[in-house]
């Protein structure tokens, strides 16, 4: 293991030097064929045509403008004022984000003990008219039955699961 790291650098210095030909530009050269269609290629098909191929300056099509260092900078300036920009509307939209859930947790928690309120205010109301029939109050102040107010506790109670309260 040790005399491969040994001989990896040169390993790859001499891998880069045999693909550095490759890598190179390659020379263009333009030729009439025999059918007199112009022809571009590295090197002529055919050898009585490469007497006659002519090779081709290639020219760049675009190249940007230099700028100087103060365009430069004032290009970086632009730039990082944007990114200035961008990074406060995220940080913006992620306190609102936050406010909203804050909110909606504030109005779970609101909803959570008003239910939490109203079942163990209707566990404990009862009345008892007459002497066999008892009833139970509810909260507006009219008489159920113990079954219809065990309905009314276990509905509150399955809302209070469904909004995940303690």
């Known amino acids: 293991m040790s005399s491969l790291r040994q001989f990896l650098p040169a390993l790859l210095c001499s891998g880069f030097l045999a693909l550095y030909p490759a890598l190179a530009p390659a020379q263009i050269y333009r030729w009439v064929d025999e059918d007199g269609n112009v022809q571009f290629g590295d090197r002529p098909r055919d050898p009585q045509q490469a007497a006659a191929a002519a090779p081709v300056e290639l020219q760049e099509s675009y190249r940007p403008p230099e700028r100087s260092e103060e365009e430069m900078r004032a290009y970086q300036d632009g730039l990082q004022r944007q990114r200035d920009r961008a990074d406060?509307?995220?940080?913006?939209?992620?306190?609102?984000?936050?406010?909203?859930?804050?909110?909606?947790?504030?109005?779970?928690?609101?909803?959570?003990?008003?239910l939490g309120n109203r079942v163990r205010r209707l566990g404990t109301m009862q009345v008892e008219q007459g002497r066999r029939t008892v009833y139970y109050a509810v909260e507006d102040g009219s008489a159920v039955t113990a079954q219809r107010q065990r309905e009314i506790v276990n509905q509150l109670q399955a809302e209070m699961r469904e909004l995940g309260c303690p």
């Not at 406060?88 to 008003?114: G, I, N, V």
């Open 88 to 114: 406060e509307r995220y940080r913006e939209q992620q306190e609102q984000l936050a406010e909203a859930r804050a909110e909606r947790e504030s109005e779970r928690a609101e909803r959570c003990e008003q």
